[in-house]
């Protein structure tokens, strides 16, 4: 099932435009609202995130079917500065932008699967899936 759409992330209403394309294809894969809303959370949080530290990147959402369960994949990727201190980025609490601090350990609680690949000064690479449960 492989179908994968992205938002270029450069604005605010960029942001926006992710959020919505991922309540989009999670209800198209039948996500409850719960989960529509724990998606959207995610995504505004990685898109949020490559606005504020990297100023471009993409957001791509991907459906995905495996072992008879879907699932939705979400890259948040970007050609940034890279995460200096990544235990400190995924310590609760930690925020840099004056936010609540719900960031990446936020996605991490929010979705099933959560990998970050970081290299300073080259960029940085987020997936994240959430199952069809």
Known sequence: MDY???????????????????????????????????ITTAISELARNIYL???????????????????ILIIASDQGPGIADMRKVMSDGFTTSGGLGAGMPG?????????VESELNVGTTITAVKWLR
């Open 53 to 71: 530290y990297a100023g471009k990147g993409k957001i791509e959402i991907e459906r995905l079917y495996e072992n008879g369960v879907f699932g």
């Open 107 to 115: 996605v991490r609680r929010l979705m099933d699967e959560f990998n």
């Open 4 to 38: 994968r759409s992205s938002v270029e992330i450069y604005t605010e209403w960029d942001i926006v435009a992710a959020r919505q394309l991922g309540r989009n294809e999670a209800r198209k894969i039948g996500f409850g609202t719960v989960d529509q809303a724990r």
